[in-house]
Each structure stands twice: as structure tokens, then as C-alpha cells.
């Protein structure tokens, strides 16, 4: 397996369509760096869910998934599924995500996402974010859309353990789901990590990667 590293980010730009969805795509990644480099800036944004439950889970998942971590998170109200007829609202808030950030990298939705919702978000992230490594994240969903990723986040046997418990701790509001289970996000992670020779690992889309061979 080839390992690239990304430098040592001190800025993340995370992004979700949902509340939930940054955490499920990749709340290990977030956990294993933020544990890693405390003061660690995340500037998130999700643009559905504000004003309500689903608003307080997220910020108690976040602020839990972001140990130590300098966090801003953003909630929007864009009605959920809708995201695409609401075009201009989500795309200005993307581009007010941008004006006020500088990461070192962004976590999105993959374009190729089956959901609108992630998808639109993930076409506005990649016009917006033209200059940055953009990982693209997966969700696990009844479309079956899951594809061959081009890149992996190993994670530790607790790290991946911790996702699991904090999914399920922060997000009462989604257990009725038939999808929405500790089997489900740990099989994938552990698939995941069969396919990157490690026990559990998250996985990403990579649109375009500059590298840098002569440093």
C-alpha cells in the first residue's frame, strides 16, 4: 500500500448535506487527528437540520468527534432533500465557508453520491475548493452506491470502536433506521481496512492530488 502523508493540517474544512453525515463519513479521521493535534481548527458546515434536534445533536457529536479541536460549526434550515432546488442558499454559504477559510483539507461528500443532497454539496465544495485536497467521504445507504475508493484513513481498533458508541450516543434521532447500526459503520470500516491491509479504516474519494516528489 502506498502512503502519501498531507503534511501535519492545522485547518480542516468539514462539509455535510445532513446533520450526521460528516460523522458517519468520517468521524474517525476527525477523531484521530483532532486527538492528535490538539487546537486543531474545524470550520464546519451542514446545511440541513438547523433550528432543532437534529441542530443540538450535531453540535454535542461534533464537539465530542473534535476532542480539543478549535470547532466552528455552522447549521443551516435548507429543507432535507431538497438541497438542489435551493442551489443559490447552499452555494452561497460555500462560498462564505470559503471566503472566511484556508484549509489544509476539506472533507465532502463524494460527487458520485446517490443522495442529491451529498452530491450537490460535493459539486459546490469542488468549484469553491479548487486549490485544496478534497476527500471525499462515503455513506452507507439503501441506493447501494458504494464504489472502489482511491484513498484510506487507517484507524485504530478504539478509534473505530469510539465512532460506533458516539454514532449511537448522539444521534437518537436516526436509531429507527434499518441502516443505522453498529454493524453496518463497523463491517464497513472493517472492509475498509481489509482493502488498505489494516484492521479498520475510513475511505475517500480523490478527485485530483498535486504531488510533491522533489521535497
Known amino acids: 500500500m502506498i502512503r502519501l502523508g498531507a503534511g501535519s493540517p492545522e485547518r480542516i474544512v468539514a462539509v455535510g448535506a445532513h446533520c450526521d453525515d460528516i460523522a458517519i463519513g468520517a468521524g474517525g479521521t476527525l477523531l484521530a487527528m483532532c486527538r492528535a493535534?490538539?487546537?486543531?481548527?474545524?470550520?464546519?458546515?451542514?446545511?440541513?437540520?438547523?433550528?432543532?434536534?437534529?441542530?443540538?445533536?450535531e453540535r454535542a457529536a461534533l464537539a465530542a468527534f473534535c476532542p480539543g479541536a478549535d470547532l466552528r460549526l455552522t447549521?443551516?434550515?435548507?429543507?432535507?432533500?431538497?438541497?438542489?432546488?435551493?442551489?443559490?442558499?447552499?452555494?452561497?454559504?460555500v462560498e462564505e465557508l470559503r471566503a472566511r477559510s484556508e484549509p489544509d483539507l476539506v472533507l465532502a461528500p463524494r460527487t458520485d453520491d446517490a443522495h442529491q443532497d451529498h452530491r450537490c454539496l460535493a459539486k459546490?465544495?469542488?468549484?469553491?475548493?479548487?486549490?485544496?485536497?478534497?476527500?471525499?467521504?462515503?455513506?452507507?445507504?439503501?441506493?447501494?452506491?458504494?464504489?472502489?475508493?482511491?484513498?484510506?484513513?487507517?484507524?485504530?481498533?478504539?478509534?473505530?470502536?469510539?465512532?460506533?458508541?458516539?454514532?449511537?450516543?448522539?444521534?437518537?434521532?436516526?436509531?429507527?433506521?434499518?441502516?443505522?447500526?453498529?454493524?453496518?459503520?463497523?463491517?464497513?470500516?472493517?472492509?475498509?481496512?481489509?482493502?488498505?491491509?489494516?484492521?479498520?479504516?475510513e475511505a475517500f474519494a480523490v478527485t485530483k492530488l498535486m504531488l510533491d516528489l522533489e521535497g
Open 75 to 93: 447549521v443551516l434550515k435548507l429543507p432535507d432533500g431538497r438541497v438542489p432546488a435551493h442551489w443559490e442558499e447552499a452555494k452561497g454559504a
Open 124 to 201: 459546490l465544495m469542488t468549484t469553491a475548493f479548487r486549490d485544496h485536497l478534497v476527500l471525499g467521504y462515503e455513506i452507507v445507504k439503501w441506493d447501494g452506491d458504494l464504489g472502489r475508493p482511491t484513498a484510506y484513513q487507517p484507524l485504530s481498533a478504539e478509534i473505530a470502536e469510539r465512532k460506533v458508541r458516539l454514532l449511537q450516543e448522539h444521534y437518537p434521532s436516526q436509531r429507527h433506521r434499518p441502516w443505522y447500526d453498529r454493524e453496518a459503520f463497523l463491517g464497513l470500516a472493517r472492509i475498509r481496512g481489509i482493502e488498505s491491509h489494516e484492521r479498520y479504516a
Open 37 to 57: 493535534r490538539p487546537g486543531l481548527r474545524v470550520d464546519a458546515l451542514v446545511l440541513s437540520g438547523g433550528g432543532g434536534e437534529r441542530e443540538r445533536e
